[in-house]
């Protein structure tokens, strides 16, 4: 199939637009991307002289993990009996059923990362679904990362109980430790290889490895500013990968993480300060993250606000000092950059998936919302 006369943004490292462009596709991959009027046939569509984009990417969600209209019964994202949990399978809660993920579609999201929540210091592993299907194993893109929260969303959890961990100093130990107890079973398995007997199976551990080798990203949900440092300072002592999640004080300390190289998905944008680590929060902090050096992405923290309102969330980011590239940017390229799936999404080049969302005017408006949207090559049509 081949969408035509449209004005493609493709997000490539060039960041070409293609004024009067086409999009071949098929099996769910693009095959070429072109400019000016190749041979249709009818099954072929006419952007009549709108824009394609890359399909938009919230790389910080919990899609599918609280249904809506279902209340405390369908909330799965909180596993509280235990603070560190990375044996935890983020596949095993999601319900692809969730109205949800009907309404990323029509909001031209395509890919989205599902996360654990933040009550756990360790929480379990994260994925990068697509937001198209009714059975989560096809959905998946790939396994990403791994989820730790710091500040008080742990702390006042277990506090309540009269349970570890009741400090930051604890949480922070409580990771330590888990990554430190990964380490050693990781060289415990090796020296199977020399003789050794086996180490006792430990599951945490095992789900840990794989980010002690840099080949999965450790997630932190940091909002305050000594939180984010806590963050930084845990990743190089384990030689991990971070990102930082919320960043809710990043444009307090920009030039430091600008020296980091480390990346931030800030968001929720819509919110208020409903808790004392949101103080310095302002819809302002991409823009000054971005202005820094920083990469940013933008998230909407679904289902704190919902999946469908990212395009509106980055229009207010705009609002407050973010450039339209950037913007764009931050929920397609970057976002796929710093999801770790650039090789699978995020623009529109040959190879990838055929995840696109088609509007007739400014993408990130209030009032406007996209023609068509197109996930992994299935066409989904709004007018």
């Keep these: ?16 637009v293609i004024e009067r462009g086409y999009v071949r596709f098929e099996k769910g991959l693009i095959t070429e991307v072109g400019e000016g009027a190749p041979a249709a046939s009818a099954e072929d569509i006419d952007a009549g002289g709108r824009t394609l984009y890359p399909g938009f990417i919230d790389i910080h969600t919990h899609l599918g993990l609280t249904t809506n209209g279902v209340g405390v019964e369908g909330e799965d994202f909180n596993e509280e009996s235990e603070p560190v949990s990375p044996q935890l399978h983020i596949l095993d809660a999601i319900n692809p059923f969730d109205v949800s993920f009907k309404k990323a579609i029509e909001a031209g999201v395509t890919a989205v990362l599902i996360s654990p929540g933040s009550m756990n210091p360790v929480a379990g592993d994260i994925c990068a679904v697509s937001t198209d299907g009714i059975r989560i194993d096809k959905m998946l893109l790939r ?6 929260s710091l500040g008080e969303n742990p702390k006042m959890t277990y506090m309540n109980r009269d349970e570890t961990p009741c400090t930051r100093m604890a949480i922070a130990a409580m990771i330590r430790e888990a990554l430190a107890k990964a380490k050693r079973y990781a060289a415990d398995l090796k020296a199977v290889e020399e ?14 490895i794989p980010l002690l080798e ?3 990203k450790a997630h932190f949900h940091c909002h305050r500013a000594d939180d984010i440092f806590t963050a930084l300072r845990i990743s190089k002592e384990f030689g991990l990968d971070p ?12 030039g430091e993480l600008a020296e980091e190289n480390v990346p931030a998905v800030v ?39 919902p999946i469908e309102y990212l395009p509106i969330s980055v229009g207010v980011c705009m609002k407050h000092g973010l450039s339209f590239e950037k913007a764009l940017d931050a929920v397609t390229v ?17 190879g990838k998936r055929a995840d696109l969302v088609m509007f007739d005017a400014p993408p990130f408006e209030v009032m406007s919302s996209p023609v068509m949207t197109v996930c992994g090559g299935r066409l989904h049509s709004f007018r």
């Design 1 to 16: 199939m081949t969408i035509y006369n449209a004005r493609i943004y493709t997000q490539d490292k060039d960041r070409r």
């Design 267 to 305: 968001g929720p944008i819509m919110c208020d300060a409903c808790k004392p680590e949101l103080l310095n929060i302002t819809p302002a902090n991409a823009a000054r993250l971005t202005a820094a050096g920083v990469p940013v992405a933008i998230c909407t923290d679904h289902s704190e606000i």
């Design 195 to 208: 003789g050794n007997d086996p180490p006792e199976l430990d599951l945490g551990s095992e789900a840990l």
């Design 243 to 254: 990102v930082l999640i919320h960043c809710t004080d990043g444009h307090l300390i920009a």
């Design 214 to 216: 840099r080949r999965l």
């Design 143 to 148: 396994r990403v990362g791994m989820k730790f």
């Design 334 to 350: 970057t976002a796929a950059e710093i999801a770790g799936i650039s090789d699978l999404t995020g623009s529109v080049e040959p």
